[in-house]
């Protein structure tokens, strides 16, 4: 992974936020599905308010490493069933769906964030079952949040 502090490939920057990207998600940058969730994780973090984008968000538990580096999945909610749904009368931790973003926070610099992955289909299987995946998270979250 290298060296995590800003250097512009891979930060993206929007008031006080810093968001990097993870090894599996700075190729897919371009993608205009991930541009956009980028930007509104970006606006979640700056405001505080995930809007229709985001639902339940949670620490990882397992593994280990995912839970001391704190590691967080939040749900991503499409904006057809968040209609249909009426997930706007739901509170935040019932907003859930079977897509997810994995993310996690810096240790010294909580303005600094680094988007680890993102997983758009079955989420819930992945969170059981893709251990060897979450360890890896898990390690490229320790090596960011002991450089910033």
């Not at 993206?12 to 509104?40: C, R, T, W």
């Amino acid at each position: 992974m290298g060296d995590l502090r800003p250097k512009g490939k891979g930060c993206l920057s929007d008031m006080s936020v810093e968001v990097f990207l993870g090894e599996d998600v700075e190729p897919i940058q371009h993608l205009p599905a991930v541009k956009h969730l980028i930007e509104g994780f970006k606006h979640w973090k700056n405001t505080g308010d995930p809007g229709k984008l985001f639902g339940r968000d949670v620490i990882t538990r397992d593994p280990r490493i995912c839970k001391e580096e704190k590691v967080y999945h939040a749900h991503i909610l499409e904006e057809k069933e968040f209609k249909i749904k009426r997930m706007h009368l739901r509170t935040e931790y019932d907003r859930t769906s079977d897509a997810c973003i994995f993310y996690c926070q810096g240790l010294c610099r909580p303005d600094y964030y680094l988007i680890l992955a993102i997983v758009w289909n079955d989420a819930h299987w992945f969170l059981d079952n893709r251990h060897d995946q979450l360890r890896a998270y898990g390690k490229e979250a320790e090596d960011f949040r002991n450089a910033n």
